[in-house]
């Protein structure tokens, strides 16, 4: 199991044994050793967690990132007693994720679950179904988000952006895919050292955008269904495949964030 490990406002993942004994007492139901690990430990449930694999709270182990406290992650298990148990010890059903700007109460993945959530939080604030992203409110997205932005062909967007790097955003309707890339190198004289970090970068470093090569190029990309992008996870991208690139042949990767698990090592 990969681990959690603090850093400053949030959990990473790092080596944090303990984490793995919290994550089996909720798994087996029990909640006074849960209690006391957060006492031991001083953990404020309403703490964000920086999530890689776990065995409890599936629906956001593999988000990648994904900021959530202990109430998200108990909502998304579905796990009644184990919210009831966060929200007396303080967890906030109103507090979002930092990725997907989700409550408790969006992530929740039983009925009973929600209907608890419902009677803590303001009506207003109930979720809705989200609109489904469209080329033109992406377009409209990018505008703000890119500056000097073009149309290049429908759904089809370019600008310069960072240190002179060519992004650009290509969109399918009809097949529900889009995907932002930036050309960064000529792969012809990269050493292989070089490629396998780039490689080693996906695994560990890069999140939601990653490297690939075409056509002799390396690339950084970010590729995704259409529909179902929010504009936080668009601005998001846009930050991260620019990160890539900028960082390649440095850092190798799209935010400050990073994996350290059993398999490999970091770069």
Known sequence: ??????TGNTWGVGDAPWIDSLFDNLKNKKYDEVKLVLKEKNIDVNQLMLLGWTSYGGTLAWKAGYGASLLHLTAAEGDLEAVKLMVELGGDPCLKTTAG???ALDLASSSEVREYLKTL????????SSPKMTVSQLAKILEH???NLITTRHGCFEATVGEGFNFQCMTCESYDRMRFIIPVLKVDNLPREFLLKCLSANFHKALDAKYAVNDGVLWSTFIHPLSSLTTAQIEDAVDQVITL???????????????????GKMV
Do not use: I, W, Y
């Open 101 to 103: 700007r989700e409550t």
């Open 121 to 128: 939080v303001p009506e207003d604030s109930h979720p809705v």
């Open 1 to 6: 199991m990969e681990r959690l490990l603090k």
């Open 145 to 147: 988000k890119v500056p």
């Open 245 to 263: 690139a900028s960082t390649t042949g440095t850092k190798f990767c799209s935010s400050g964030l990073q994996f350290v698990g059993n398999v």
